[in-house]
C-alpha cells in the first residue's frame, strides 16, 4: 500500500515539488534570480502566452482545440496597430475593435465546428491562415509604425496613443516602486476569473460535462453547440487580449505569424494537466504550467544557456508533464476523460 | 555624373508630364532600345518583412525606370517550389532572372538550367556557385563593423558587452565573423552574456530574455545587437530596467519603427547600420541590364552600408525611410553597377 500512496503523491504533487526545486537551483546557481524584480519579470514574460493558455484550456475543456489564437493575437496586434496609426482612432476604440474581432473569430471558429461540422483541429487551422494573410493585407506585408508610407504615397501620422502603451509598460508599486507590470495584474485576474467560471459556476462544470461525454451532456438537456461556440469565443477574446498587450509592448504593429505563441501556450496548457493531479485541462494547472515554462527559460538564458537548449527544454518539461498525466494517472485508475 | 543628372531630371520631367514612358528609350543599348520586350523574372526565397518588402519595391522601380517587364515569383521558403519556379520562369522566355535568397543546394542546379537557356542571371544573397552569375550583396560583414567602430569609438577599447547572436543563419554568421574580430583585436572588450532567439514575434521574446540577462550582469554597458528585430527586443528590456542611460544599444538594419524608437527620448539605441534594401533591390536589377546589354560586371556586386546615429537622426528631424534618404544620399542611391546610359528611379 505504501507504493500506491508514494504514487499518489507523486502524481498530485510531483510537479509542484519539481517547480520548487528548480526556482531553488536558479536562486543558488544564477546570480539575480532570488529576487522580487526577477520574478515579476518572470511573470511578465509568460502574462502573454499565459492569457492565450487560459483561453485555449476553455476550448480545451469542450473537448476542443483553437489552433487560431496565435493568429488572433498578431491580427490584434496589427489591428490595434492600424487603428490608431493609420486610422487615428483612439486607445479605447482601438481596443474595442479588438476585442470584437477576437469575439467574431471566435463565434466563426465555433459555427464551422458546431453547425458546419469541420473538425475542430481543420476549422482553426484553416482560419490561423486566414488571419495570417488577412493581417498583411491592409498595409501590403508591412509592419505598421508612425511615419511609414502609406500606398496612396501619404504619411501615417497617427501614433500609439500614451493610454495604450500603458496598458502594457505601466508598472504599479507593489512593495517596490515600480514592479508590477499591468499585463501581470491583467493575467492574473484572468486566471482567476477563469479558474472561477470554469471550478465553480454551472456553465463552467457543464462545459466540462461537454467535453467528457457530449452526448450524455446533451441528453440531460444541456445546450451543447451554444456552450461549444461560447468556449471558442472565450479563447478569441483572450487572443486578441493578448494581442492588445503584446502591442502596448512592443509599441508597433510587427508582422508576426503567432506559431510561437501558439505552441508556448498550448504546451502551457498540456503542462497544466499534470498539475495536482487534475489529468483534465483546468485553469489552475495553465497558470501553472505557463510558470513553469517561464520559470526554466529565464533561468536558463541568466545562466548564458544557448536558445536551441531553450527548445529541447520546453520540449522535455512537455513530454514529461504528458507522462505525469496519462501514464501515471492511469496506473492511478482515474487517468483520461 | 551630370549625365546622370539629366536623365534624372529628364525622367522627373516624364513623371510629371505624365508619361510613364521610360526614360529616352532610344538612349538605351539593345536591348533596352525596346525595353518593353525585354522580361525579367524574380524568384524569390523570402518575402515577409520589411526588408523583404523594401527589396521588391526597389526590384520594381528599377525596373519601371528601365521599362521593362517584371515578372515576381514567390516560393515563401520553399526550396523545391523555388526551383521549379525558376524553371516556370525558362518556359515562360524571360530574358532574364534575379533570384534573390534560397539554398545552394536547390538553386545551383535550377540556376545552370537558366544559363544554359540563355538566360542571364543575378543572384542575391545566395552563392549558386556559378561563375556565369553574379552576386549581389549587402555586406554583412561591413555593418557590423561599421556599428563596432562606432561603439569603440564612443566608449573605448574597454567595455562590458552584451551579445545577442543566433547561430546557423547566414548573415548573422557574416556579422559575427566582425564581432570576433572586433574581440580579439580588443582584448578590453569582454562579452559576458551571448544570447538570441528568432522566436516570434523576435522583439518580445528578445525582450524577455534581455531582461535577466540584465538583471544577471549589471555590468553590461554595451549592447551589440547586430539584426534590429533583436536591437528592439534589447531596447524594450533596457527601457522596462529603467537602464536607459547606463547602457548603449548597437545594431544593424534600419526601418521607419527603428528610427522611431532611435528617436524616443532617451533611447538607449545609439546608433545602427544599414544597407537601404529598395537599394539593394535597385542594384539586382541594373546588374542584370548590365548583363542583357553585354557589359562587363563584377563577379561580386556589393552595395556598401551606411553608419545611422541617433544624433544624425534628431539633428535632422527624419522621421521615416524616405527622408533618411533625403537626409542621407548615400543611402538613397549606391554608385554600384552604373553605366552612363542607365535610367535611375524618379525620386
Known sequence: ?337 | MFRRHLLKLAGAAALATGTALPIAAQDMPAPFDAPEDVKIALVRYLSTGDFFQSYLSGVEQQSEALGVDLRVFDSRQDAALQADMVDQAIALGVDGIIIQHGLTESMKPAAQRAVDAGIKVVAFDVNVENEAIPQVEQSDYMLAKLALDQAIEDHGTEFTAGYVYVPGIAPLDRRDTAWQEVKEANPGITEVAQFGTLDNPIANSVANQARSVLQANPTINVMFAPYDEFAKGVKIAVDEAGLTQDIDIYSADVSTADIAAMRESDSAWVATVATNPSVVGEVSVRTLAMMLAGEETESNVIVPPTLITQDFLNENDVQNMDQLGEKLPQFQHADVAMTDWMPLPAR
Open chain 1, 1 to 337: 500500500m505504501g507504493n500506491e500512496r508514494l504514487l499518489n503523491f507523486a502524481i498530485k504533487y510531483g510537479f509542484l515539488i519539481l517547480l520548487a526545486g528548480l526556482i531553488l537551483y536558479f536562486s543558488l546557481a544564477a546570480p539575480g534570480f532570488a529576487s522580487p524584480r526577477s520574478a515579476v519579470f518572470v511573470l511578465q514574460s509568460v502574462a502573454i502566452t499565459g492569457i492565450l493558455a487560459l483561453g485555449v484550456t476553455c476550448t480545451l475543456v469542450v473537448d476542443g482545440f483553437d489552433l487560431s489564437i496565435g493568429a488572433v493575437a498578431t491580427s490584434a496586434l496589427m489591428l490595434s496597430a492600424y487603428a490608431m496609426v493609420v486610422l487615428e482612432l483612439s486607445a479605447g476604440m482601438a481596443i474595442v475593435l479588438c476585442l470584437l474581432m477576437g469575439a467574431a473569430v471566435g463565434l466563426v471558429n465555433g459555427l464551422l465546428i458546431v453547425k458546419f461540422r469541420v473538425p475542430d483541429l481543420l476549422a482553426t487551422l484553416g482560419m490561423m491562415f486566414l488571419l495570417i494573410g488577412l493581417q498583411r493585407i491592409p498595409t501590403q506585408g508591412n509592419s505598421i509604425a508612425t511615419g511609414m508610407s502609406l500606398p496612396d504615397g501619404s504619411t501615417a501620422e497617427g501614433t500609439f496613443s500614451s493610454t495604450f502603451l500603458w496598458l502594457g509598460r505601466h508598472r504599479l508599486d507593489f512593495f517596490l516602486e515600480n514592479l508590477v507590470p499591468l499585463p501581470v495584474v491583467v493575467f492574473l485576474l484572468i486566471a482567476v476569473g477563469i479558474w472561477l467560471f470554469l471550478g465553480f459556476t454551472r456553465q463552467g462544470r457543464l462545459m466540462y460535462a461537454i467535453g467528457s461525454n457530449e452526448r450524455a451532456a446533451g441528453l440531460v438537456g444541456t445546450p451543447v453547440s451554444r456552450y461549444k461556440i461560447m468556449a471558442y469565443m472565450i479563447s478569441g477574446v483572450m487572443a486578441s487580449v493578448g494581442g492588445v498587450l503584446l502591442a502596448a509592448r512592443l509599441g508597433r504593429g510587427d508582422i508576426a505569424s503567432g506559431t510561437n505563441l501558439l505552441l508556448d501556450s498550448v504546451a502551457a496548457a498540456l503542462i497544466g494537466f499534470a498539475v495536482l493531479g487534475a489529468a483534465r485541462p483546468n485553469a489552475f494547472g495553465t497558470a501553472t504550467g505557463a510558470l513553469f515554462v517561464g520559470i526554466l527559460l529565464q533561468g536558463l538564458t541568466m545562466m548564458n544557456a544557448p536558445y536551441y537548449t531553450q527548445d529541447f527544454v520546453k520540449g522535455a518539461v512537455l513530454v514529461i508533464a504528458l507522462v505525469f498525466t496519462f501514464y501515471l494517472s492511469s496506473r492511478r485508475g482515474v487517468g483520461g476523460h
